[in-house]
């Protein structure tokens, strides 16, 4: 398992094609990243940008993929590519604000594109939602698409929940997502 962890972290490299600011450009204005990274507990002896807080949902070593795609315009595409999960299970999957870090409740809410505590703005249109079943081998993907992109430093990691429609947070991944410059 130790070497699993391990595997994991030097996997956690990032692919970004773009400029250093986040915003990226590709030559045609776009943005695109890749990364991914192995689950451990938090405090795990090597340290992981993927966390599990319920190792039933999310095994140690479980692995995640978050890829982003923006257009030069800001419409924004992110998928997920997740295995070695529970077999068989619906989890609820979003985008939220802050990094993930030892209190599951410290990745915060979720990302809003209009930012609203009213129950009308808490849809798939105005967040980014990425639920998904796994296979029998637990293995699952999702993807949404968005006709608008990040604001800076308001996206930051993609959370696991139970189940969907649920606050209960099984995993959390830090990602460095783009935003519309």
């Known amino acids: 398992m130790v070497a699993g962890i391990c595997a994991g972290v030097l996997a956690a490299a990032v692919l970004a094609v773009g400029g250093g600011d986040g915003a990226g450009g590709d ?3 776009g943005y695109s990243m890749r990364t991914d990274a192995r689950f451990a ?9 993927a966390l599990t807080y319920d190792q039933e949902l999310v095994p140690a070593a479980a692995w995640i993929e ?5 257009s030069a315009g800001g419409a924004t595409s992110v998928r997920l590519r997740v295995s070695g999960l529970k077999p068989g299970h619906a989890y609820g999957v979003h ?7 030892a209190d599951p409740a410290a ?12 129950a009308h703005h808490v849809n798939a249109d105005n967040e980014v939602w990425l639920d998904f079943t796994t296979d029998e081998r637990g293995a699952g993907r999702a993807r ?15 959370v696991l929940h139970d189940r969907p429609g649920s606050r209960e947070r099984a995993g959390c991944f830090t990602v460095p997502f783009g935003w519309v410059a």
């Open 95 to 101: 985008v939220h604000r802050n990094p993930c870090g």
């Open 144 to 158: 949404a698409e968005h006709s608008w992109g990040f604001r800076k430093g308001e996206a930051a990691s993609v």
């Open 27 to 29: 030559g045609a204005g």
């Open 66 to 70: 978050v890829e982003q795609r923006m």
């Open 41 to 49: 507990p938090p405090g795990a002896f090597v340290p992981s940008a």
């Open 107 to 118: 990745s915060g809410g979720h990302y809003q594109h209009v930012v609203s505590s009213e």
